[in-house]
């Protein structure tokens, strides 16, 4: 996947929609993809809806013989004829009235279920894809081609799918049905196309490009929402309600404009069907007048073709208006596929056995710089000895959190390399590195359901002692204030969305606890304790040490408390390392760092 620039990037989705061949090709590949018999009985419900449509223009354009004295092959003349034809036109109505809902509902059922598939599909990519490709999309690109984009392709079956297919085989029907009664219509049916094949080809090139902008306008707007409900505390703290409220609507003004760069399109494709279908009537007309004069047809044959080519005024604005709806509905349809391919990136090579012990993590000559920006690093070395504790310190900016990003595999380096235990990370499934390294940040998620089942998705097998001998070692025993105060029902207490929220410390013991379960042989923290102000930051700490021992374990300092207690240290500065040894051996080395300590320390005693 190439990288744009930064600009392109924010006009331009990161995972373009799928082509016609690959929506075709996923489709196909669904279990409820239909199968031959629910074809073929669609096919012949269409025909014989179409059939009886075009058969019924046809015979009430004939009508004009039998009124006029003129006999119909078929029906003969005078009263009984016209009795007989009106009986079979009836007739025809009938089974046009009767098969058009049969063919929807076929249509109906068969998305619905292939829509049920699909979405599982995305999710199943979304879960097994490389980590990074889904972080680049965006929480809000995800849930927009999950929900909206898969729901606008149904919507778009469900409200035109049937107008769709009989307007456009309507006219294969209709053309076959003019040159039954002379081939001379063939001459209006070959040159309307070719006068305006070109310029309709030129609108719709130009719609799904313009669709596609609509649709990543507005996944930007729901990243841009989501961010700001995600960090209401924040924009609280720092009253800037104004700046939140006025991105948004920036945002939410982007996509009302990309829904009107779309609107001249659509203009132009219905001034090009009034057109059209202006042209075709007028020369319809005068090419019937001119074959009745000449004896080459009678009056009802005439008006018959007449008959026919007035019907078709419906299905020529329908194939207009549906056209860039069906456009519409192809590109969400491309993207929601683009989302269900999103795992074909993953490296499809076989995974090596899992760590045994505690593995050597090294970087060497890393290289990483965000899309049209500055290298955030650039040529880093270091290893991280084996069931060692390293701790990152330095300033906002500085690369901790991207180094510790890039070896838990959240992003890709741009050179170098990463390698846990000997093995490279970048030749084996992201899913071998998550199954090695494991990264706690201060961001917590906890599912919904009980505290236990909670536990389980880390040790699917584990019995109840198991799972609070973990919840011990990270200070929540069943005798602890904590699970005394925010665990009442002890392993079935319901956590999660839609339940009382527990103490955010508590989230970060429950979140460290898990880790005890999966029990990785690689380690990262970064702002894992950042609970610190609260009543049990020092047992929170003490967790995390204890979760640490006997892994190898990187450690993102933000405060230097959590540094000096580490066996080594490495002080970083944009992006780079700038000292690196131990505690004691940094401070006696009189450097940054022992400034840091010092300056620490001294507001430590003012405190």
């Known amino acids: 996947m190439t990288n744009p620039s930064s600009r392109d990037r924010r006009r331009h989705d990161s995972l373009a929609p799928a082509s016609a061949r690959e929506i075709g090709r996923c489709l196909r590949s669904l279990p409820s993809f239909p199968g031959g018999g629910w074809w073929g009985l669609t096919a012949v419900v269409f025909a014989l809806n179409l059939g009886s449509m075009t058969g019924s223009s046809t015979l009430l354009g004939r009508s004009v013989d039998l009124i006029s004295g003129l006999a119909v092959p078929g029906f003969g003349s005078g009263r009984a004829g016209f009795t007989s034809l009106l009986v079979v036109v009836g007739m025809l109505m009938l089974v046009e009235l009767l098969t058009r809902p049969a063919a929807a509902y076929l249509m109906f ?347 389980r998705m880390a040790a699917p097998g584990a019995d109840d002692a198991t799972l609070i001998a973990a919840l011990s070692l990270v200070g929540l025993a069943p005798d602890s204030a904590g699970w005394q105060r925010w665990l009442p029902d002890g392993l079935d207490t319901l956590i999660g969305a839609g339940n009382d929220e527990l103490a955010p410390e508590v989230e970060q013991q429950v979140s460290l606890a898990r880790i005890v379960l999966i029990d990785p042989p690689v380690l990262i923290m970064d702002e894992a304790t950042s609970e610190a102000g609260s009543d049990n930051a020092r047992s929170l700490e003490q967790a995390a040490l204890a979760v640490a021992r006997g892994r190898t374990s990187l450690v993102v300092a933000h405060r230097l408390d959590q540094a000096v207690v580490a066996d080594r240290i490495i002080l970083m500065d944009r992006g780079t390392v700038i000292e690196d040894g131990t505690h004691a051996d940094l401070l006696s080395a009189g450097g940054r760092y022992a400034d840091l300590h010092a300056r620490w320390s001294g507001s430590r005693k003012g405190d």
């Open 109 to 455: 059922t068969a998305t619905r279920r292939l829509t049920v598939d699909l979405r599982r599909r995305c999710l199943a990519a979304t879960l097994e894809a490389p980590i990074p490709d889904v972080l680049e999309l965006g929480t809000g690109n995800v849930m927009t081609r999950l929900t909206k984009d898969i729901d606008t392709a149904y919507r778009a079956v469900q409200s035109i799918g049937t107008r769709f297919v009989v307007t456009t085989l309507m006219f294969p029907f209709t053309f076959v049905a003019l040159t039954l009664i002379t081939p001379w219509y063939l001459l209006l049916l070959l040159l309307l196309p070719a006068i305006f094949a070109v310029p309709v080809k030129r609108t719709l090139d130009g719609l799904p490009a313009a669709t596609n902008a609509l649709s990543t306008a507005q996944a930007r707007r729901n990243n841009m929402l989501l961010d700001t409900i995600r960090g209401m505390p924040t924009i609280r703290a720092f009253g800037v309600r104004t700046w939140a409220t006025e991105r948004l609507e920036h945002n939410s003004w982007n996509t009302v404009q990309r829904e009107a760069d779309r609107i001249p399109l659509f203009l132009r494709l219905i001034g090009t069907g009034y057109l059209a279908y202006g042209l075709l009537l007028a020369s319809a007309i005068a090419m019937s007048t001119l074959l009745v004069a000449q004896g080459v047809l009678t009056t009802g044959e005439a008006s018959a073709a007449v008959v026919l080519v007035v019907r078709l005024e419906m299905h020529v604005f329908n194939v207009l208006v549906f056209t860039g709806e069906i456009q519409n509905a192809l590109t969400a349809l491309g993207r929601a596929v683009a989302l269900a391919m999103l795992s074909d990136n993953a490296v499809d090579a076989p995974a090596p056995g899992d760590c045994t012990g505690c593995p050597e993590v090294r970087v060497e000559h890393l290289g990483f710089r965000y899309p049209g920006g500055a290298p955030i690093i650039d040529d880093l070395s270091l290893a991280l000895g084996p069931g060692t504790m390293t701790a990152l310190v330095g300033a906002s900016g500085a690369g901790k959190s991207t180094l510790a990003g890039l070896i838990a595999g959240l992003q890709r380096p741009a050179s170098g390399t990463i390698s846990i235990g000997g093995v490279d990370t970048s030749t084996v499934p992201d899913t071998w590195t998550a199954r090695q390294v494991s990264l706690i940040s201060q961001e917590v998620h906890l599912f919904s359901g009980t505290l236990r089942e909670d536990l």
